[in-house]
């Protein structure tokens, strides 16, 4: 009956020095060296999963009680395939352990479906907010032409620009021309998952590394595998992390939460922040390793303002876009309503123009498109006013150094000294800017 089970199993004696293994075990690994069975085993399991197998059967068979455990296990041929390893003790009358049996499921296929499957996912859950790059202005096309350089390498890539640009939008094109297209590109948002959690979301955690870890779960970094990973807002990762990823970039390795041992990591890095993180790391919020390791190849992104010339056909696109969802045709675009979308000065970008113009479709009840222009949150202007720009630069390095300082302004350990400013001269910048010290003391 062993030998007619379609899976692996083997039996092994309570000192598994002795081992029976049936006709499928045999087919799929070739002749067995006579040698004890834990030694063949580790012979023929995965190097990034030997470890992590040899202490399981080894605490296992300790305590006397069952293990079981994802694992890829080598074929005669060469090849790696994913088994579901499980062992369980045999007892007799008294209790006593007298063999132990194990199993070893293929679940290569489950595996493989599975990955693609949570790529599929991510791909769908990430969609940008739009499919193409659509511009021709000569503020796109710069950004375009370093795209198609750095894209065939396998450099990691630092993404900046105002919230809204599309900064994911360029990360997905410098992927679908890279060597990496055919696999997965899997985007994480580091500003939106909890700080206790980001640790589990990118290297992924074993069954029972913490309360609630009720099964092994794949880690970003795990399905990325092969393809590409975009890390969006990655000023905002605690040093800890920083760390892990410092250490992703340099070794090529992670662990998993809980994990026994290294996984190694076959995957481009693509980031990209809104932030000023050159102001982050000499306030010490952003580790300046990490923003070496990072800043290979930088590519900013023009906020919309910079590319006038795309607004007429970002609005004919997202024209097409939602009146094809809504049912509707629109015809032709009222002209005072295109001068005033050409006008106004996007502090949302890209995703504010798509919001207003799905807004208009929605109400629209004819076939000529128009927008209320009160629903445009400031006055138009050809750009936004440097003082403006300067003053959210102040403010956001400030903001840095109290957040590390824990409110503190001036002595040894004060935001004044970080900045290298009198502090008489950062309570005054704090006092205009309207910052309240207080929300940093409980940091």
Not at 146 to 165: F, H, N, Q
Not at 214 to 233: C, K, M, N, P, S
Not at 279 to 293: C, E, I, K, N, Q
């Amino acid at each position: 009956m062993i030998d007619l089970a379609p899976l692996q199993m083997f039996i092994w004696e309570a000192d598994a020095n002795v081992s029976y293994g049936n006709r499928a075990a045999h087919e799929y690994f070739g002749p067995v060296p006579l040698q004890p069975p834990t030694e063949f085993l580790s012979l023929v399991t995965h190097q990034e999963d030997a470890r992590a197998l040899k202490n399981g059967i080894r605490m296992a068979m300790a305590r006397g009680e069952g293990f079981e455990m994802d694992t890829r296990l080598r074929r005669h041929d060469g090849e790696y395939r994913w088994f579901l390893f499980r062992l369980d003790p045999l007892r007799d009358e008294q209790g006593c352990v007298i063999r132990w049996c194990g199993t070893g499921v293929d679940i290569d296929d489950q595996k493989r479906t599975r990955r693609e499957n949570l790529a599929l996912r991510e791909e769908i859950d990430k969609a940008s907010m739009f499919e193409e790059v659509v511009g021709t202005s000569p503020a796109l096309r710069a950004v375009l032409r370093r795209v198609s350089k750095v894209a065939p390498s396998d450099c990691t890539v630092l993404i900046t620009g105002e919230t809204g640009t599309g900064k994911e939008l360029i990360a997905r094109a410098i992927h679908k021309r890279s060597r990496r297209a055919s696999q997965a590109f899997v985007s994480v948002n580091c500003a939106v998952i909890p700080r206790d959690l980001i640790a589990s979301e990118l290297f992924g955690h074993e069954k029972g590394a913490f309360t609630g870890a009720v099964q092994r779960r794949l880690g970003r970094f795990e399905l990325a595998e092969g393809g590409t990973i975009f890390l969006d807002e990655i000023g905002e990762l605690t040093p800890e992390i920083q760390v892990a990823l410092l250490r992703v970039l340099q070794e090529r390795e992670f662990d998993r939460v809980g994990g026994s041992g290294p996984i190694r990591a076959d995957v481009r890095v693509i980031a990209a922040t809104h932030r000023d993180l050159p102001a982050a790391v000499a306030a010490g919020t952003f580790r300046s390793d990490l923003y070496y390791r990072i800043n290979v190849f930088p590519l900013e992104v023009p906020p919309l303002r910079h590319r006038k010339e795309d607004i007429h056909l970002l609005v004919e696109y997202f024209i097409g876009r939602y009146a094809g969802k809504a049912g509707k045709k629109i015809a032709s675009i009222e002209k005072k309503s295109l001068a005033y979308l050409e006008s106004y000065a996007w502090p949302g970008n890209i995703r504010e123009l798509q919001n207003v113009i799905e807004r208009s479709v929605i109400l629209c009840d004819s076939d000529r498109f128009a927008v209320d222009e009160s629903w445009l949150s400031v006055k138009p202007s050809a750009s936004r006013p440097l003082p403006d720009d300067l003053s959210a630069q102040e403010r956001e390095r400030i903001e840095a150094a109290l957040a590390q300082t824990r409110g503190r302004v001036s002595g040894p350990f004060g935001a004044a000294l970080r900045l290298g400013i009198p502090a008489s001269t950062l309570d005054s910048k704090i006092k205009s800017l309207r910052i309240d010290k207080r929300l940093f003391q409980t940091l």
